[in-house]
């Protein structure tokens, strides 16, 4: 299997070895998150939480809104900031630093025209998202920058990696519109979602965003930006089956044989 990562990564910056330790940790960090959120413990901005009275209470929230454009900014701004913090741009830097531009600028769109909402958001949440979205762009782009002076990997997966981004993001927003159009102005109940590949599972944006990632990955091909790919995978996995879960316990009708996020398989 070594040899294998040898022939797709570049090997780690001899300048900053913290990359390797940052890559094991967010894959064992996202696995715990996706194990909070198969266990009913999901962090403080989904409909799960929103569904807690008692979390409501306890807890100072923001509007989902204003939550959500925390979430992204700082990261889009992170990403805008290091074409001119970051001396170096080669073909690799720019494909990543420009996806990750448009992947946030993407979702503070869809947060300001597309979503709908229906609750608040927990602040302690909100601000865990943020800086973790934040610190993850962050070392994504210096890894990336750092690797412009190592051995291109044999296999070369960057151009492929577009393909793969660019097929993930076009799916995530289409997705996304179609649950905006679920409700109405002013309505706030649930309903199970149709059109897409909503027909064949139930979380299709997730899918696509995992897609996304692995076009990040692709693209740069560095350790740290896979371990991100891959920690988003296992979250994203964890989070679509607990929202089939919550769809079997609100909806008598919803079906039973759906899959979760990857259509005839899981």
């Not at 919550?246 to 005839?264: G, H, Q, T």
Request: glycine fraction near 8%.
């Amino acid at each position: 299997m070594p040899w294998v990562f040898g022939k797709l990564l570049f090997a780690a910056p001899p300048s900053l070895p913290i990359l390797n330790d940052l890559s094991f940790f967010t894959i064992v960090g996202t696995s715990v998150l996706a194990s909070l959120e198969l266990y009913g413990r999901p962090l403080g901005y989904s409909k799960f939480w929103n569904s807690g009275s008692q979390n409501r209470k306890t807890t100072i929230n923001l509007s989902s809104r204003t939550g959500m454009i925390l979430f992204y900014a700082p990261s889009f701004l992170a990403s805008l900031a290091s074409f001119l913090i970051l001396p170096r741009h080669d073909l690799r830097f720019l494909l990543l630093n420009l996806a990750l531009i448009f992947h946030f600028f993407k979702r503070i769109f869809e947060v300001l025209f597309i979503h709908k909402y229906s609750g608040g958001m927990a602040i302690d949440g909100t601000i865990f998202v943020s800086v973790s979205y934040s610190l993850s762009t962050a070392m994504m782009i210096y890894a990336q920058h750092l690797s412009q002076d190592l051995v291109e990997p044999p296999i070369d997966l960057k151009f492929f990696g577009v393909v793969l981004f660019v097929i993930g993001i076009v799916g995530n927003f289409y997705h996304h519109f179609l649950l905006s159009q679920l409700r109405h102005k002013g309505e706030k109940v649930y309903k199970i979602p149709k059109g897409g590949l909503f027909g064949l599972v139930i979380c299709p944006h997730y899918l696509f965003e995992i897609i996304m990632f692995l076009g990040f990955s692709f693209i740069s091909q560095t350790s740290f930006t896979f371990s991100c790919a891959m920690g988003s995978l296992l979250y994203l996995m964890g989070r679509s089956y607990a929202t089939r879960k919550w769809y079997l316990s609100k909806f008598e009708d919803f079906p039973r044989d759906l899959k979760v996020v990857i259509p005839f398989v899981f």
